[in-house]
């Protein structure tokens, strides 16, 4: 079946570093990726979305020059967590719908990312 | 305001028991509903999907109910097992203007006991 497989699964990094993230789909193409973010107790976010060959769109509140996505290709997307601080730490997880843009997500594992 | 809620308290039950888990909306007009199930640390995983001219839908032992007047989605699990033990999400599809948008509902906690 589908899969979207997302790297790396867990990341520590110092304050004021860079993080990039990858999120692959497998056995599909995805020309849209949705990025979350999901802190404890808390619902999903989303947080921008990637579309393939054009910019992301980002949701209000969310700064673009801060998490920068790019979508080169019809199977990868990334997020970059620029400068990070200890409050963008938080369980990042892509997706990417199976169909039309409205179909049901396919989900990533997430990546668990812990900013010291 | 604008909400959608899980009920927020762990659901325990026993092994072969039906779970039931609840997912209220106010103030959308949405298209359709989904369910997810999420494991620790891990992404979701999508269950069934029920649109709004929809009263029901069904998979092996997953049923969904939709009722737009109660502004309800009721999700169920028969004759549940250890392994049906995750956290639950309920997903609200709606349309804004050009664009369909999904809101997550907080998520259910199901534990069942053997």
């Known amino acids: 079946g589908a899969v979207v497989s997302q790297h790396p699964s867990r990341v520590i990094c110092k304050s004021g570093t860079s993080v990039k993230i990858e999120c692959r789909s497998l056995?599909?193409?995805?020309?849209?990726m949705f990025w979350y973010r999901q802190f404890p107790k808390q619902s999903l976010m989303l947080m921008a979305t990637s579309n393939e060959g054009s910019k992301a769109t980002y949701e209000q509140g969310v700064e673009k020059d801060k998490f920068l996505i790019n979508h080169a290709s019809l199977t990868l997307s990334t997020l970059t967590v620029t400068s990070a601080h200890p409050e963008d730490s938080s369980f990042y997880i892509c997706?990417?719908?199976?169909?039309?843009?409205?179909?049901?997500?396919?989900f990533g594992n997430g990546t668990r990312l812990t900013v010291t | 305001s604008q909400k959608i809620e899980q009920n927020s308290e762990a659901l325990n039950i026993q092994e072969g028991k039906t779970a039931t888990l609840t997912c209220n909306y106010t103030?959308?007009?949405?298209?359709?509903l989904q369910w997810y199930r999420q494991d620790p640390g891990r992404g979701p995983v999508f269950l069934l999907l029920i649109r709004e001219n929809e009263k029901e839908k069904r998979k092996e032992r997953l049923k969904v109910t939709f009722d737009t007047t109660l502004k309800q989605s009721l999700f169920h699990i028969t004759a549940s097992q250890p392994a049906d033990s995750a956290t639950y999400l309920c997903?609200?599809?709606?349309?804004?203007?050009?664009?369909?948008?999904?809101?997550w509902g907080l998520g259910t906690s199901l534990a069942v006991n053997p």
């Open positions: 997903a609200l599809g709606y349309n804004a203007g050009n664009n369909r948008k999904l809101i």
């Open positions: 997706s990417a719908p199976l169909g039309h843009y409205n179909s049901p997500l396919h």
């Open positions: 056995d599909f193409q995805a020309t849209t």
């Open positions: 103030n959308y007009s949405p298209a359709y």
